[in-house]
């Protein structure tokens, strides 16, 4: 990624106080943020890529409702709604006098459409399985929407906060791919493909007056010393997701950052390909997972900075249960387990996107494969190349990806069109009980079930989980320390 040396200027004001000139600066209102990830597309409800929700979701676009950085689901579109008693029926009381940034109205026939086009035959949405649960959306009146669903989801207004559940219009939905339109405290400016994207401020927004910030700029980095030379020079104001964990005591040291060190939900994987041999066969899945050391992983490519996990699982939630020690490294029986599976010294390709968790994790894996007698490749791709190759094509042995969003388990459900190529009915099912559970502590059982049979048919080679680097200048206030969704509301956030 291009990279601008100029620093951004900074907006001063005078004011006069009785007779006496006196200069006093003004609070700030520019912020540069730097991201590892650039998107291919600029529309959450069509592409999977984790940074479009990061940069746009709550600040451009909004959903019926939002998440806290506790996790707690608040309105936003939606200010209010009633559930009935058996749990089906939602109904929607629409926030009143909001606009879209290109002047249109907004009112309950835009979450009609974005909800039937999320939930058509023919819909791209990357998740659209969170819409599988609803069978009705209904509209009383202009200010009301009733949605009813076929069966319990615990997760359904969680879900609806999430930028795949984005309230976009029809009369702008065709330009959202590049230059999107939403109702959030931010409106989209300008994007320069390879380098930067611009925010400003929405004057119309119903809370504009709370919003300090007027422009907002992303600098896209994936390199980690470029990205730690972005920060050194002070050309960046902060830097959630920083790519060099192997700095982060240098910046700790130094009284221009704060340093924080949060959680997200972010497993890291080995994924494998399900649907092709010789990851198709159980017994080749499990020797992988015993040849990798996480260990040797987390200090090799994170520095330490990074939780172990042996399951698809977040080690902060309420029901993760610790599966690390179900293949202990063991590089000779690895070695025989291949050899009795008839693979020993095949070659395998790990294609891995341009983030440096990913590509430092593939070397390191090819190292240990190497020990236990497989041949590794390790062959570094674009993002978009990644998205189309591998996400949607399934072109791959094996890829390391983080996999970001909240809730997530449901992907193993998804089905052999799904990139992991996993396709278990017994599982399906189990998310379905997990899914329609309404007792917390029933679904916390049903989700270690989950864990440990993911984790017994080793799937995937699971990694650790992603944790959140932040880099911020000492005068920025109000980013979030940990990540419990994929987006960072940028209403709150303040410069001194």
């Not at 006093?24 to 520019?30: E, F, G, K, N, Q």
């Not at 506790?70 to 009633?82: I, N």
């Not at 606009?99 to 999320?118: C, L």
């Not at 400003?200 to 470029?226: G, P």
């Amino acid at each position: 990624m291009s990279l601008l040396s100029t620093t951004l200027s900074r907006v001063t004001l005078s004011v006069l106080l009785g007779s006496t000139l006196c200069a006093a600066p003004a609070l700030a209102t520019d912020l540069v943020i730097g991201l590892q990830q650039e998107p291919t597309s600029l529309d959450p409800t069509a592409d999977a890529t984790a940074s479009i929700d990061g940069m746009l979701a709550a600040n451009v676009y909004e959903s019926l409702t939002t998440v806290t950085e506790s996790g707690e689901v608040e309105p936003a579109l939606a200010e209010s709604w009633d559930i009935s008693e058996d749990g089906l029926t939602y109904t929607f009381k629409l926030r009143k006098g909001v606009k879209y940034h290109d002047g249109t109205d907004f009112d309950s026939a835009d979450v009609i459409f974005a909800f039937n086009r999320a939930m058509a035959e023919d819909s791209t949405n990357p998740s659209k399985s969170i819409f599988k649960p609803i069978d009705t959306v209904e509209a009383p009146d202009a200010n009301t929407v009733v949605i009813t669903l076929k069966n319990k989801d615990a997760f359904f207004l969680f879900n609806l906060a999430q930028g795949d559940a984005s309230i976009i219009a029809e009369e702008s939905v065709d330009l959202n791919n590049a230059t999107p339109v939403g109702t959030g405290p931010f409106k989209f400016d300008s994007w320069t493909r390879g380098d930067r994207l611009t925010l400003t401020k929405n004057e119309d927004w119903h809370d504009a007056d709370s919003v300090q910030l007027d422009r907002v700029e992303f600098r896209f980095i994936s390199d980690a010393a470029a990205a730690s030379a972005a920060m050194m020079a002070e050309e960046i104001d902060a830097f959630p997701g920083f790519p060099a964990p192997e700095m982060m005591p240098q910046f700790e040291a130094d009284p221009r950052f704060n340093v924080e060190i949060g959680s997200t939900e972010g497993e890291v994987i080995l994924a494998m390909n399900n649907s092709k041999p010789p990851f198709d066969n159980i017994e080749v899945r499990r020797a992988i997972s015993t040849a990798i050391n996480r260990d040797e992983i987390i200090d090799g490519a994170m520095y330490g900075q990074a939780v172990p996990i042996g399951s698809f699982y977040p080690p902060h939630g309420p029901a993760y249960e610790d599966l690390t020690g179900l293949y202990p490294h063991d590089a000779e029986k690895a070695k025989a387990m291949f050899t009795e599976a008839g693979v020993e010294g095949t070659e395998m390709t790990i294609r891995v996107p341009p983030f440096p968790y990913a590509t430092r994790s593939a070397e390191i894996i090819q190292a240990e494969l190497a020990d236990a007698g497989i041949n590794a490749k390790v062959e570094n791709v674009e993002w978009g190349f990644w998205i189309d190759e591998v996400y949607k094509k399934k072109n791959y042995d094996m890829t390391i990806i983080a996999h970001t969003s909240p809730n997530d388990m449901g992907n193993f459900a998804k089905g052999p069109d799904y990139f992991y190529g996993y396709d278990d009915p017994e599982f399906t099912k189990l998310w379905d009980d997990i899914q329609t559970e309404a007792d917390t502590d029933k679904r916390n059982a049903l989700l270690k079930q989950g864990q440990e049979y993911l984790a017994d048919q080793a799937v995937h080679g699971f990694l650790f989980q992603l944790p959140r680097l932040s880099v911020i200048r000492t005068n920025v206030d109000g980013f979030w320390k940990s990540a419990p969704v994929l987006f960072q509301p940028l209403a709150g956030v303040t410069v001194n």
